[in-house]
């Protein structure tokens, strides 16, 4: 799958930055930079693919 950050910028002003084909926290990687440019974050919202790379790794340690 293709990883794409997407920026969307409301007729107000607010700006908001939508993330897809990461898996984990590689989204907050790879957005890390924009998110430093457009300033401090009031908000974030998780999508199930934050929780289901995570959930995995934790899975493959406990088992070795």
Not at 2 to 13: F, K
Not at 22 to 47: I, P, V
Not at 54 to 64: D, P, T, V
């Given at each position: 799958m293709?990883?794409?950050?997407?920026?969307?910028?409301?007729?107000?002003?607010q700006?908001?930055?939508?993330?897809?084909?990461?898996?984990?926290?590689?989204?907050?990687?790879?957005?890390?930079?924009?998110?430093?440019?457009?300033?401090?974050?009031?908000?974030?919202?998780?999508?199930?693919?934050?929780?289901?790379r995570?959930?995995?790794?934790?899975?493959?340690?406990?088992?070795?």
């Open positions: 293709n990883q794409t950050i997407e920026i969307i910028i409301a007729p107000d002003g700006s908001r930055i939508e993330t897809q084909g990461f898996t984990g926290s590689d989204c907050r990687t790879a957005s890390r930079f924009l998110e430093q440019a457009l300033g401090k974050a009031t908000s974030e919202q998780l999508k199930p693919e934050f929780h289901h995570a959930s995995e790794e934790e899975h493959l340690q406990e088992g070795h």
